[in-house]
């Protein structure tokens, strides 16, 4: 990605807004043979690594940054010891286990809130 600048001040925006202590890690990871795939993986947070990967390969900016803002709350959701109260290793965690999908439902609301709020704010 281009534009590296974006995730700094998103990162930023996010620290402050949500009281983030330690900054994650962050990769940025190209992949062609997952980018083929129509439900290939887009970004995924490792909480015992406080890692952030998101896939690159053939995205739109806007969208890589979207998977970064959805695993930065879930990054935030790890410090505040949530991740740990759901069982997150199953398959299919967001559809069985209700804790975990009121962790994902966190995600994508405050993730595309985060960077609508973002963008906004660049743009006017």
Excluded at 104 to 122: I, P
Aim: glycine share 4%; with cysteine; proline share 3%.
């Amino acid at each position: 990605m281009k534009n590296k600048k974006a995730f700094v001040d998103l990162y930023k925006e996010a620290k402050e807004k949500f009281n983030i202590q330690k900054a994650p890690n962050l990769i940025l990871r190209q992949d062609e043979e997952n980018a083929k795939k129509t439900f290939g993986r887009t970004a995924y947070y490792d909480p015992n690594e406080s890692t952030i990967v998101v896939f690159i390969t053939n995205r739109h900016p806007k969208d890589i940054l979207r998977s970064y803002c959805h695993e930065l709350i879930h990054h935030v959701q790890n410090e505040r010891g949530d991740l740990m109260k759901g069982d997150s290793l199953s398959p299919k965690y967001a559809q069985e286990d209700e804790h975990m999908r009121e962790m994902e439902k966190e995600a994508y609301l405050e993730g595309n809130l985060l960077l609508r709020d973002f963008e906004d704010n660049f743009k006017y």
